[in-house]
């Protein structure tokens, strides 16, 4: 998605040598339109990132030292990418102090950098007022200590919301007897069903019908590296947006 | 499957003019092999079937009547493919009672037709003890009164049968937190999951997995016609078989 | 989705004994938020429809008569759903001519009423640019003339546009032997791939992929009823769209 | 599968330190009934299968090594399951030989261990002379060199067997226009269809039809293990197994 002649973009990674941000270097190496300029890690000296003139600096390291870190950043103007968890409403309040001193500069904090997971998630809940019956349905490997998973749940919430706001009636169901469990979990009305395999990742598909026809929204999460395109995504776009953004969503508009 | 230059078989169907018969006339007039002579219902003469030289008969009547047409059939020596329903084991012991009066005779009871989910709860039956994991999933139109559904517990039944003769460990599943019904109803330590949404038939998808791979046998059934193919089955093999027949299964033994 | 209390839509439908118009008049009398006042085909005096007070006209007639029906129920003030085919762009002119004496009337012309498909569609288009493979399966009877179907095409081509204006690279193929046609057919470089099954209906899938995750969007059609939602759809949005509309995809805004 | 109370079998591994053995000893560990009681690689003594009392013997070596390997094991009574490929006929009638003269002893080569990709391919063989269509797709990373896929071809070749074998009509087909390639590879009559994405590794789908219904047989690989429960199937069977036996299909006979 870079535009030919354009430089590529200067990015740092803190959290380097760890097993994401070290995913995280291979797939800026390996983007055409990006630069991998900086690799830090604990023990090393954070102005590195300065020296090597990173533009966006992507943290996946700890809530202990995130917050350090990204005040460094603003102070210098360096936009930046986390992935680092432990965000609650005081932290998020400060970072839009310290950003609001730094106009240009843009803060991105995401809980799920998986574009597919994001993009199914939007696509059912705005689908979801069209079909008369909404369903989730999850695979993951068995084990998995929560049945439905965190993914399911919040998809099923989302359907539930959009379905309210439309003003949708329930969904049919004629279920007169049967066996305890058969219809799965009910989170809000939406049916969310589980399965356990050996062998399956994390896997999602929700299933939406209306007469005669039905659409089937399915993301399936292979390996771990699946979070990197939307780690560029974030690494792209920051720069438009500053002050600070939640969610990898609001990078994904394109209405 | 039939043989360049050899006749097609004479069949006459029982119940004619019904819904179901209906379409197993035209499947037969359809097909290279077989040929309709006589389409017969009630009120009409049965000694058609004998002048008409039909040497397989159809019958989808009704439980009052199919014991007087398969007497009918078997004093005349015409084999019968039946998927009327009723049959218990005094009905079956009164046919073979018959049969070993005609030797050369042969009768097919079904009480399923669909060569696809027939062949779907074979392979599910047949490949669970070589997999960790088994679940079956089966999808309805949201009219349906009983959940999971009749062929969903048949199948979970025949998986857990094959898994106890082969000494299958239990199925692995560290779910410890989450919501009631979530991993689905309980048949034999099989998890089935059904769901209901409008615009579907009747699907059923089971699922296996091991290590590192996962095997998926799904049947979708879109359209009542989907007996027929299974009729013309019992019509072309019911010759071969002398003697009475129970379920459709035997004849597509393909080993 | 009708606010409780709120009286029925009155919706008229022209050509309502032809095939579709008759599910048109069942699906508006099934609603609870629009009632069929008045069903009219040729012969039938449309006067009717200005009679029976119907506030939107369902129209599924014929390229000969619809460009009259339209004038009258422009005159009248009745807003108007079209799934007549047949307009090029002098009849969509000489409708905007219409509508521009009548402000408040609005006319929706639409080629697909398929909620599911055009669904299907904008999300392929909005999610490709985000994956580095993106491919199109369609899944059809076997009676069908053309291949790949009108619909795979148009969701490659939307595809192709959307990766275009993003700037997207090309798919990565390191295809290098094999045999024609395996890798499918090439719509302005992404791949399409068409299966003709007998028992099925009308089905697509579009699989997207990135680093370690996949998207999977299908839609299946299996009863020609599915129109009849999104003709509900026009019905209850067509009042709060004057002019003129081309395609329901307008109505599906909801982002 | 285990009988309790049954000592577990003892197992050496030839090719220990491997990437492919190595996963083999983890799950001749892993497993209840297997215990491993060698893991011997190049540079150590093949004495220490005997001195280890292994019952039997997983390699996955080298061409070069593999007969040698092989006849040291039979010589001292020791059966063998063969990864290791380059087995031509004289290798194999050399391994006959050898076994001639150790009546009691198994030895098994074969080139495919995932039961699931040979589940896949027997099903659908056994299950397509039942349905008029049937075609393959297969989805890999886009990397491959090669398409179709061997595994594809070989299983449109398996389904084109069957069906000649079974006198099964030509499958139907009405295409008369299109776009080059739409309808994928021809193998022997059998559509066969590829498509290469980002984040896939190795899947395989086959879709069976008649009318009115339809079987689809799919197959995952999600990871290189998926070939561990395949070896633990081959050193349960082989002690039942004397002689030489090509391709674990033979132990999967479930009948």
């Known amino acids: 998605m870079s535009t030919p002649g354009e430089a590529p973009r200067k990015v740092g990674v803190l959290g380097a040598r760890g097993k994401v941000g070290a995913e995280v270097c291979r797939a800026v190496e390996a983007a055409d339109d990006t630069e991998l300029v900086a690799a830090v890690d604990a023990g090393d000296d954070v102005a590195e990132l300065v020296r ?90 068995p084990d998995k200590a929560d049945a439905p998973s965190g993914t399911a749940r919040r998809t099923a919430e989302l359907i539930a919301a959009a379905r309210r706001d439309a003003g949708s009636a329930p969904m049919p169901d004629a279920t007169s007897t049967g066996l305890e469990g058969a219809r799965g979990a009910d989170v809000e009305g939406v049916r969310v069903h589980g399965l356990r395999i050996r062998g399956l990742v994390a896997h999602q598909e929700v299933v939406l019908g209306a007469a005669g026809e039905t659409l089937t929204i399915r993301h399936d999460s292979l390996d771990r590296v699946s979070f990197t395109p939307g780690v560029l995504v974030g690494v792209r776009s920051i720069g438009d947006h500053p002050g600070l953004t939640v969610g990898l969503d609001a990078f994904l508009d394109i209405g």
């Open 52 to 141: 090597s003139g990173a533009e966006v600096v992507v943290d996946f390291t700890h809530p202990d030292v995130v917050m350090d870190n990204l005040r460094f950043c603003i102070e210098h103007g360096i936009h930046a990418v986390v992935g680092t968890t432990g965000f609650d409403r005081s932290r998020l309040d400060q970072l839009e102090a310290w950003l609001a001193d730094a106009p240009g500069v843009g803060v991105l904090i995401a809980p799920n950098f998986s574009i597919g997971a994001i993009l199914m998630m939007r696509f059912a809940a705005q689908a979801a007022p069209f079909f008369e019956s909404v369903e989730v349905v999850e695979l993951h490997h």
